[in-house]
């Protein structure tokens, strides 16, 4: 029996990834699983929080004993993360969110017609994160970081932009660490620096590990 290092405290998980419409039967989306967020849940649910997950698109199954809450969009994930937020004392943000959408999105499903080419204009998401980074007064505030090179480089400057305490850089250029794996390879930041540098784990101990580290945190 593992001490309830997280009793008490309410914890905001987001996990998935978005589905940003281009008409009633498409849309843009991303290889994300839900299983690196839905490991922080279960996890954090070990550890006796109170577990609030918002997820996007999953391919993995949530697990039980959360609050789930399933939106689609980057605009929705916005909605239902603000919605909790001022409730949560650690908000915990491993969703692969969509940088850009569709700028018009059609009512209808979009015809072939006889052009060649088609070209789908985008525009910018609201950034939740930094969004979150404005708004915080007491949460402990944890950023995601998807990187293929230069990990502490891109960790810090994410984590000094987004006004986040946590970062938690994920190396998805190594085997076995990133989308829709089981294991995972992290390295966890915070304002001084890199705190703890994960080897390959499952997602499920990198969790624990990510959870510990922010229980103890002042
Ligand atoms: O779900 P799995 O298959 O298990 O995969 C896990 C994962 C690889 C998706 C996860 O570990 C991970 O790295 N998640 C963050 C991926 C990502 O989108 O990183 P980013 O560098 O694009 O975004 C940085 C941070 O800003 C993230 O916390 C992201 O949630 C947030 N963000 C990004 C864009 C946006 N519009 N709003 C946001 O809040």
């Not at 949530?62 to 937020?85: C, N, R, T």
């Not at 950034?127 to 949460?139: C, N, P, S, V, Y």
């Not at 984590?159 to 390295?187: H, M, P, W």
């Not at 930041?189 to 990198?206: C, F, I, W």
């Amino acid at each position: 029996n593992k001490p309830k290092l997280l009793r008490g405290k309410k914890v905001l998980v987001t996990a998935g990834g978005t589905m940003e419409r281009i008409d009633p039967v498409r849309y843009l989306t991303n290889d994300s699983s839900g299983k690196m967020g839905f490991a922080i849940a279960e996890a954090a649910l070990d550890l006796g929080a109170d577990v609030t997950v918002v997820a996007g698109r999953t391919s993995a199954a949530a697990p039980q004993g959360v609050k789930l809450i399933k939106v689609e969009s980057a605009a929705d994930m916005l909605q239902a993360v603000l919605e909790q937020f001022d409730d949560s004392d650690i908000v915990i943000k491993s969703a692969a969110v969509a940088d850009y959408r569709p700028k018009q999105v059609h009512q209808q499903k979009l015809k072939k017609g006889d052009a060649q080419q088609l070209v789908l204009e985008l525009e910018r998401t609201t950034d939740i994160l930094a969004t979150l980074g404005e708004r915080k007064t007491h949460q402990l505030l944890v950023g995601f970081a998807a990187e293929t090179e230069q990990l502490d480089v891109y960790a810090m400057d994410k984590l000094k932009r987004k006004n986040c305490d946590y970062l938690v850089a994920n190396d998805v250029s190594q085997d076995g660490a990133g989308f829709n794996y089981d294991t995972n390879v992290i390295s966890i930041y915070n304002t001084n620096g890199l705190v703890e540098q994960l080897p390959l784990m499952s997602k499920r101990d990198a969790a624990e590990r990510l959870l510990q580290i922010l229980a103890q945190h002042g």
